[in-house]
């Protein structure tokens, strides 16, 4: 176990599965205490357990303000001030802009975009009170580039890379520092699975569009946020960090040398 994060306390959103569970490993294998919040409590506080003493369970609706005063009441409760907001959850639904329904656009923005407006909003002031803190906020390559029949969660993901930079101005006085993080196709998360995309991208998706040629994985992904999660990172504000094995830095097929 390190102690990058040692002394600090983090809650991390959507820690039920996936990146976001991983996240929480990570943290606290550098020394963090992490609060796991997540809309499926029982998938949170499963999460938690596997933490020991430094992890907390909770049930946590990021649409809801109120759900967001509950869950950072019973953080500072249990661990103290929170040092570290990872504001990870999120929904994807692959339709056409002319198939998906407006009931289906206002849930992929409640949960991607409100959701982490009001992460932001309940949180980072009472960092700003602290004098520091770090907030990470997990939007995709498709907060920086477009991808046909994923309208909706481009829109909202776009929101969260301009939401961070304007957070990071915000609060960039008080001690408060705000970043991005860009994944692209990470294997092994139910972002991928067939229940959102009608298809398996775990088995199926062409690597080869990759330039790195492989998709990344959620430890990949948490191992960036931890960086930007620590002092180590303590002059980065404002910015994106793109992890997708270079898919978005330029044309299919120019790799090969």
């Not at 003493?53 to 049930?59: E, I, R």
């Not at 829109?155 to 960039?172: I, Q, Y």
Request: charged share 15%; with cysteine; proline share 2%.
């Amino acid at each position: 176990m390190g102690d990058r994060l040692a002394g600090k306390v983090a809650l991390v959103s959507g820690a039920g599965r996936g990146i976001g569970a991983a996240v929480a490993r990570r943290l606290v294998c550098d020394g963090a205490r992490v609060v796991c919040g997540d809309l499926n409590g029982t998938a949170a506080t499963e999460v938690a357990a596997s933490l020991g003493g430094d992890g907390l369970g909770l049930h946590l609706d990021v649409r809801s303000e109120a759900s967001w005063a509950e869950a950072v009441t019973a953080a500072t409760e249990h661990f103290g001030t929170i040092g570290v907001l990872v504001n990870n959850a999120g929904i994807l639904r692959a339709l056409p802009i002319v198939a998906t329904s407006l009931e289906e656009f206002r849930e992929t923005v409640e949960v991607n975009q409100i959701g982490v407006f009001l992460g932001l909003k309940t949180v980072a002031p009472l960092m700003a009170v602290a004098g520091s803190g770090s907030i990470v906020n997990v939007s995709s390559m498709l907060g920086l580039v477009g991808q046909a029949f994923a309208g909706a969660y481009t829109a909202s993901k776009f929101a969260v890379t301009g939401l961070t930079k304007v957070a990071a101005l915000e609060f960039a006085s008080a001690g408060v520092r705000v970043n991005s993080v860009h994944p692209g196709y990470i294997g092994g998360t139910e972002m991928l699975s067939a229940v959102n995309l009608g298809v398996d991208f775990g088995d199926t998706y062409d690597v080869a569009n990759i330039p790195l040629k492989r998709m990344g994985s959620p430890e990949e992904v948490a191992d960036l946020v931890c960086y930007l999660a620590s002092d180590e990172s303590r002059y980065c504000t404002g910015a994106e960090f793109v992890i997708d094995g270079g898919l978005i830095a330029g044309v299919p097929g120019t790799t090969t040398l």
